[in-house]
């Protein structure tokens, strides 16, 4: 379990990072946490790029570099660290996220 916790807190720091890389509109260069590199590798060997774009897990920026969306990213923490294996588990998770959520008020 230590693992999924280090491999999640490193997700989400790339994903933090990605979002602050595309909000800022002067960057010249976009910079890219290398973790990023990993979860690009890691959709793409699950689905292949052509499908993660028509799905919104990846994007392309203006030079055609490959970045990775908050759809996919949401897709590897709750699908993948899950270890969800079936559509009916994924829908279940997704119900009691989405029931729990609306709890508390987000």
């Not at 989400?12 to 946490?33: G, H, W």
């Not at 590798?41 to 030079?63: A, I, S, V």
């Not at 079936?86 to 009691?96: F, H, Q």
């Amino acid at each position: 379990m230590p693992i999924l916790a280090e491999w999640r807190q490193r997700v989400c720091r790339a994903f933090k990072q990605s979002l602050n890389n595309r909000s800022n509109s002067v960057s010249i260069a976009p910079m890219y946490d290398p973790d990023d590199h990993k979860i690009i590798r890691k959709l793409l060997d699950l689905f292949g790029e052509t499908e993660c774009l028509r799905l919104g897990f990846l994007g392309r920026d203006d030079n055609a570099t490959l970045y990775v969306s908050p759809k996919g990213l949401g897709y590897l923490l709750d699908v993948i660290a899950a270890e969800l294996g079936s559509l009916p588990e994924a829908y279940g998770a997704g119900y009691d996220q989405g029931y729990a959520q609306a709890k508390d008020g987000f």
